[in-house]
Nanobody, 123 residues
Framework: VQLQASGGGLVQPGGSLRLSCAAS????????VGWFRQAPGKEREFVAS????????VYATSVKGRFTVSRDNAKNTVWLQMNGLEPEDTAVYFC?????????????????WGRGTQVTVSS
């Protein structure tokens, strides 16, 4: 099982980025997928999760209303649309596949982790 996050970069405050999480073969279908982030010197924290069908989502309070998670199982891809970016959003962003079909916020409930993508929000 391999997941690869991409789409990160440098953006000004208030800007937008769209992260993609691409999976190899039959990897994410049938399972919830989550996004996490880790800033320097801080623990990895939950950002968003989408259930196996894409019909249910959950967000961290800090990103609710600004970020949107979605998926296309036919393409084995999950996206994280990030709008209204703030300097506090600066981190390496990771996608991960859950053990479960429903959304979950705990990183201990995710089994497979992809390589992260750097998001830097700065003027």
């Amino acid at each position: 099982v391999q997941l690869q996050a991409s789409g990160g970069g440098l953006v000004q405050p208030g800007g937008s980025l769209r992260l993609s999480c691409a999976a190899s073969a039959r990897t994410v279908s049938g399972f919830a997928v989550g996004w996490f982030r880790q800033a320097p010197g801080k623990e990895r924290e939950f950002v968003a999760s989408v259930d196996w069908r894409g019909g249910s989502t959950v967000y961290a309070t800090s990103v609710k209303g600004r970020f949107t998670v979605s998926r296309d199982n036919a393409k084995n891809t999950v996206w994280l649309q990030m709008n209204g970016l703030e300097p506090e959003d600066t981190a390496v962003y990771f996608c991960a596949r859950s053990f479960y079909v429903e959304t979950t916020t705990s990183k201990t409930q995710y089994r497979y982790w992809g390589r992260g993508t750097q998001v830097t929000v700065s003027s």
